[in-house]
C-alpha cells in the first residue's frame, strides 16, 4: 500500500541572473493558495542548456543538511562516508542526512521546517503535506532558470507535466521524479498455512478468514493482522474497502489514509466529489469494518496496534505477522528474505472491484528546498547527481557495492557472499531515497516467480485517475480540516481496525463530529478547487 502514509512524481524559460532570483526566492511571499492550473508560468516552461560560461561556482565548500522519512539504516554512516567523497570531488560539498520516523511525520515534518534550523532540502510528495507546506512558505520556488543551471540531468528528464503538477499559486515549489512509481500494494500470505486452511488461490482479501483461523489453531507465535501504528493500521480496512469501492486511499482533503474526510470514486467518470460518510462510500466502509470486528473480536489483529512500531512486512519472515503489506516496489526485499528461508508466499494484489489500482502522480516522489537553504544552488547540484547519476543511484539506493549488493554475470542485482537479507546493513529502498531515476535499476536475481508475474501484471492493474496531479490546498479549511483529524483519530481509527461493539452505531457517532467539525465547508471548497482543475485540463 503506501506509506503511510505514504509514500511517493517529474518540469522546465529564460535565464535570471542567479544571485537576484535565488535572493528573490527566499524572501517570497508565505501567502500563496493552492492553484493546480499549468498556467503560462515561468516554473514549467522548457529551456535550453545555459551556456558554458554560466557554470556554477562552487569554489567554497559547503555543507548541506536534507531530511528524509523513515529510520536510518544501520549502514548508512559508511554509505554517507562514500557519498560525501564523491560529492565533494564534484561539487565540493558534503552532506548530512537526517531522518523523521514514520510516527513523528505529522507532527515533526512541519515543526522542523517552521522551526529556522538549517535544512537544505527535504523529501516531499502530494500525500506528505506538499501542498500544505508550499501554502505556508516553507519551501523555495523552483523556476525553470534553476533547473536549467543546477540540475541539468534531472531537467533533461522531465516533461512538462511533472512540474506543472507541482504548481501552486503560478510556482512549483517541488522536484518531482522523474520515474514515478509504477506499482499496486499487494498484501503477502503463506502458501504452506493456505495449503493447511484447505485454500489455493485468494483472489479477495475477504477470503482469508481460514487462514487467518489456521494461524490462531497451530502457529501460537503468529499474529495474524500484525499491524504497526502508521503504514498498517489503515491497510486491511482499505482492502476490504477497495472490494466495493475504487477508494483512492486517503481523503482528497488530508491525504491521511487513517482519516475520514473528503473523496471521489476513482472509476466514477463524472468525478463526483463526496464524504466518505455518504453513499455509496458509507455501505462500503460498513462492510469493512464489519469484517475487521469479526476479526479483531476472533483475536486475528494484535489487541493494540497504536504502540506496535514495527511494520508487518519486516517481521512477516520471522513468523510473527500472517500477512505482510506493502506494495510491487517495497516487497521485493521480504520475498527475498522469505525464498532464503525457504518460505513460499501468494501475493494479493489491491484492485478495484474492475480489477484496477490508480497510478501514481508525479509528484509521489520528489523533493523540496527549504525556504531557510543558505545553500539552494549546491543543494540542487547534488540532488541532480543523486537523482539522475547511476554511480550515485546505485550508492544511495543500494548501499555499497561488494558489501551490500553486487552483480551477477549477466547483469542481475544480487546480494555479495556472506550477506543475506536478514544481516544486510543497507536493505535496498530502506533509505528513503525513494526520488531517484528508478530506470537504473536491475532486476534482482532472487525475484521469485510469483514476483516476476506481479511485475509483468502491473502495467495493465494501473489506470489514470480524473484527479491524478490534483493537490488540494486546504488554507481555507485549515480549522474544519485540524477538526476532523481530531476526530478521525478518535472516532475512525477504531472503526478501521474493529474495535467497536456495534459498527451502525460507531458511524453514527462519527458522521454527528464529522459534521460538527465542518466537513460540509471542506467538501465545498474541494469541489471548487477540483472544478477549477478539471476545467485547467479541458475535461
Not at 516531499?124 to 541539468?152: C, H, Q, R
Not at 504497526?228 to 493500521?233: A, F, H
Not at 460498513?286 to 475487521?292: D, L, Q, V
Request: hydrophobic share 40%.
Amino acid at each position: 500500500m503506501k506509506i503511510r502514509t505514504k509514500r511517493m512524481l517529474p518540469i522546465l524559460s529564460s535565464m535570471l541572473l542567479a544571485s537576484v532570483m535565488l535572493t528573490a526566492c527566499s524572501t517570497s511571499d508565505n501567502k500563496v493558495s493552492s492553484s493546480s492550473t499549468p498556467a503560462a508560468s515561468e516554473s514549467v516552461k522548457t529551456t535550453a542548456t545555459p551556456v558554458a560560461n554560466d557554470k556554477p561556482d562552487n569554489s567554497k565548500e559547503v555543507k548541506l543538511v536534507g531530511y528524509l522519512l523513515g529510520q536510518e539504516p544501520k549502514g548508512m554512516p559508511e554509505v554517507m562516508d562514500a557519498l560525501n567523497k564523491k560529492l565533494k570531488a564534484d561539487i565540493n560539498a558534503t552532506l548530512k542526512i537526517n531522518y523523521i520516523g514514520w510516527g513523528d511525520v505529522a507532527s515533526k515534518y512541519p515543526l522542523i521546517l517552521a522551526s529556522g534550523e538549517d535544512v537544505d532540502f527535504v523529501f516531499a510528495a502530494d500525500w506528505n503535506y506538499y501542498v500544505s507546506e508550499a501554502t505556508k512558505g516553507a519551501f523555495l520556488p523552483i523556476t525553470s532558470a534553476m533547473m536549467s543551471k543546477y540540475m541539468p540531468k534531472h531537467n533533461g528528464k522531465l516533461p512538462p507535466e511533472a512540474m506543472a503538477a507541482a504548481i501552486v499559486n503560478g510556482k512549483s515549489y517541488m522536484i518531482p521524479t522523474s520515474t514515478p512509481d509504477r506499482k499496486v500494494n499487494v498484501a503477502v500470505v503463506r502458501k504452506d498455512i493456505l495449503a493447511k486452511a484447505g485454500m489455493s488461490k485468494v483472489t479477495k482479501f475477504s477470503e482469508l478468514e481460514p487462514y487467518f483461523a489456521e494461524i490462531k489453531k497451530d502457529y501460537p507465535d503468529m499474529i495474524p493482522l500484525n499491524l504497526d501504528s502508521t503504514y498498517d493500521l489503515p491497510t486491511p480496512f482499505g482492502y476490504l474497502l477497495g472490494e466495493k469501492i475504487a477508494y483512492p486511499g486517503a481523503p482528497i482533503d488530508s491525504g491521511d489514509p487513517s482519516a475520514v474526510g473528503v473523496t471521489t470514486d476513482n472509476e466514477d467518470a463524472s468525478g463526483k466529489i463526496v464524504s466518505m460518510l455518504d453513499e455509496p462510500f458509507l455501505s462500503a466502509e460498513k462492510y469493512a469494518t464489519g469484517i475487521m470486528k469479526k476479526w479483531y473480536d476472533a483475536g486475528y489483529v494484535n489487541k493494540n496496534p497504536y504502540a506496535n512500531k514495527v511494520r508487518s512486512k519486516d517481521n512477516f519472515c520471522e513468523g510473527q505477522s500472517g500477512v505482510a503489506f506493502g506494495n510491487s516496489v517495497d516487497i521485493q526485499a521480504t520475498l527475498s528474505a522469505c525464498a532464503a528461508k525457504g518460505i513460499d508466499v501468494q501475493l494479493i494484489p489491491a484492485l478495484s472491484p474492475t480489477g484496477h489500482a490508480a497510478a501514481n502522480s508525479w509528484l509521489n516522489n520528489g523533493i523540496a528546498i527549504s525556504a531557510n537553504s543558505k545553500n539552494p544552488e549546491r543543494a540542487m547540484q547534488a540532488l541532480d547527481l543523486i537523482m539522475e547519476d547511476q554511480a550515485y543511484v546505485n550508492l544511495v539506493y543500494f548501499g555499497i557495492e561488494g558489501k551490500n549488493y553486487a552483480f551477477t554475470a549477466d547483469g542481475k542485482l544480487t546480494l555479495p557472499k556472506g550477506t543475506t537479507a536478514d544481516n544486510n546493513t543497507y536493505p535496498p529502498d530502506a533509505a528513503g531515497f525513494w526520488f531517484v531515476n528508478k530506470d537504473f535499476f536491475k532486476p534482482w536475481d532472487t525475484w521469485t516467480e510469483s514476483y516476476i508475474d506481479l511485475n509483468s501484471k502491473v502495467k495493465s492493474y494501473l489506470m489514470a485517475p480524473k484527479y491524478l496531479g490534483f493537490s488540494f490546498n486546504s488554507e481555507n479549511v485549515k480549522t474544519q480540516i485540524a477538526n476532523m483529524k481530531d476526530v478521525s483519530s478518535q472516532y475512525a481509527k477504531p472503526l478501521f481496525i474493529g474495535v467497536v461493539k456495534d459498527v451502525d452505531a460507531g458511524y453514527a457517532t462519527l458522521i454527528s463530529k464529522v459534521k460538527a467539525a465542518g466537513i460540509d465547508k471542506v467538501q465545498a471548497e474541494v469541489e471548487t478547487q477540483a472544478a477549477a482543475f478539471l476545467a485547467a485540463k479541458g475535461k
